[in-house]
């Protein structure tokens, strides 16, 4: 059984930086979280590979949980027409790794991973890029008032994010994209599905338009996103989404992932070392 105890993100700029022993050890007495977006970004690493999913499996047997990414929450909640429960924990591919029934270089090989890259790619391409040109080019043509109090936001991104945030917040927009953009299979019940922000689902799109937006206020400011930041800040939404039910994210990104959690989830905690974790955890 997993402990009681709060559930703690470790992404991918911390883990990079804690030695390896230092986080097998911090695993033994906490529930730490190896997010399906962190073994993604290890597999991706051409140069790094092996090593980084070779310090994932370490971790994961040493005492750390798998836990998988949004897209099979959001078909749960579907389903189930449920919010998806507190424990993001997914035990089944804990056990197997801790078993060594099989490892995470042969789960995650490179055809797998060539897959996933393409289709993340091509996602954040057309969510990121395209459709935020396409924003900021209307916006610009049609509402030049709007334009004006984009360009007025915050300079701060933390402040900008919650600008966004507190917006999805107060609109109808998030229901309505939950149940236009998810396919129809994935709902057994359109009715009851994303009723509120308890849903992974309403967390997934709430972040998705702070950061689309946050994008449009850059091309309105005379910036132009790069399709690679863009599947970059796509996989740091993905692990701050965690924080829908973790307590907690050690990071050291101050880039999206540290201002997005912190405008995102505010009672949540934000950490750049194990030191900083108090004992209570």
Request: hydrophobic letters at 35%; a negative charge.
């Amino acid at each position: 059984m997993i402990p009681q105890s709060k559930q703690i993100v470790i992404e991918k700029s911390a883990f990079d930086g804690i030695k390896t022993e230092e986080l097998c050890d911090f695993a033994k007495h906490h529930v730490l979280l190896v997010s399906d977006s962190l073994l993604y970004e290890c597999a991706t690493s051409d140069d790094r590979r092996k090593v980084g999913l070779d310090r994932c499996e370490r971790l994961i047997r040493a005492g750390a949980y798998w836990c998988t990414m949004s897209t099979e929450y959001i078909e749960w909640e579907g389903k189930n027409c449920h919010p998806y429960p507190a424990l993001l924990a997914n035990i089944q591919k804990t056990e197997w790794v801790r078993a060594q029934t099989e490892s995470l270089e042969n789960m995650l090989g490179p055809e797998i991973t060539g897959m996933a890259r393409n289709s993340r790619w091509t996602f954040a391409e057309e969510a990121y890029i395209q459709r935020t040109k396409n924003a900021g080019e209307d916006t610009r043509s049609n509402c030049p008032e709007t334009v004006a109090g984009i360009k007025g936001l915050p300079r701060g991104r933390i402040s900008r994010l919650r600008v966004w945030l507190e917006w999805a917040d107060k609109s109808t927009i998030v229901r309505e994209m939950a149940l236009r953009l998810l396919p129809r299979q994935w709902i057994s019940s359109p009715s009851q599905f994303c009723t509120s922000p308890q849903w992974i689902t309403w967390q997934y799109l709430r972040l998705f338009l702070a950061i689309e937006w946050d994008y449009v206020h850059l091309r309105l400011s005379g910036g132009n996103p790069a399709k690679r930041g863009a599947e970059h800040d796509d996989q740091d939404a993905e692990c701050v989404l965690l924080l829908s039910r973790a307590d907690a994210i050690i990071t050291r990104d101050k880039k999206l992932v540290e201002p997005l959690a912190r405008a995102a989830f505010p009672n949540k905690d934000v950490f750049s070392s194990l030191e900083e974790v108090p004992e209570s955890y």
